[in-house]
């Protein structure tokens, strides 16, 4: 059974830095597009970021030029680095995988991220 496994999620203040890491037991992972997405409380679900197999990557206004996600298929694992977060970056983040940004099926369980101001 294919399953995602998000971890790095944490407490941390404004401005400080957080990487998550999510792992992912799939002999098709080199093939799939991945994403970090977010979610609080009484809001939809937002995309935060995606990589396509061939490393194009999508990123939401709000966190353009703070967030970098990356890849590394040969441990099947996809990665968000956070940097100068801020409190409204605090949401519930999940990954995701899929065959394009528009079509993301599998996801993981999702690891807490709360910055503090």
């Known amino acids: 059974q294919v399953q995602l496994v998000e971890s790095g999620g944490g407490l941390v203040q404004a401005g400080g830095s957080l990487r998550l890491s999510c792992v992912a037991s799939?002999?098709?992972?080199?093939?799939?597009?991945l994403g970090w997405h977010r979610q609080v409380p009484g809001k939809q679900r937002e995309l935060v970021a995606s990589?396509?197999?061939?490393?194009?990557?999508y990123y939401a206004d709000s966190v353009q030029g703070r967030f970098t996600i990356s890849r590394d298929n040969d441990k099947q694992t996809v990665y968000l680095q956070m940097n100068n977060l801020k409190p409204e970056d605090t949401a519930m983040y999940y990954c995701?995988?899929?065959?394009?940004?528009?079509?993301?099926?599998?996801w993981g369980q999702g690891t807490q991220v709360t910055v503090s101001s």
């Open positions: 995701a995988t899929g065959p394009s940004r528009s079509q993301f099926n599998l």
């Open positions: 799939a002999y098709w992972f080199g093939i799939a597009t």
């Open positions: 990589v396509s197999p061939g490393g194009s990557t």
